[in-house]
């Protein structure tokens, strides 16, 4: 099983929700960039956007962009 700590209050707001500091499976530092549920109620748009930003991240790989770690479906969010 995976676990994720995040922080109580969120660092940042993106496009999709807040963006949180976390650590992933008791070790590994991590960010979680969280779908509020306000971009939900336009679930279409929101998770064809959210499908793209994760696609895109997945073929990623320079030394200053953040890697893509995973998804997490309970609450929708990026982990990277």
Known sequence: ???LALEKKPFAVGGFGN???????GSEEVVVKELLPKVVQEIS????EFIHE???????C?????????????????VM
Do not use: D, E
């Open 45 to 48: 748009v929101a998770l064809n």
């Open 62 to 78: 320079h030394p200053n962009i953040v890697k893509l770690v995973g998804i997490a479906m309970n609450p929708l969010s990026i």
């Open 54 to 60: 994760t696609l895109l991240m997945s073929k990623l």
């Open 1 to 3: 099983a995976t676990s």
């Open 19 to 25: 963006i949180y500091k976390a650590v992933l499976n």
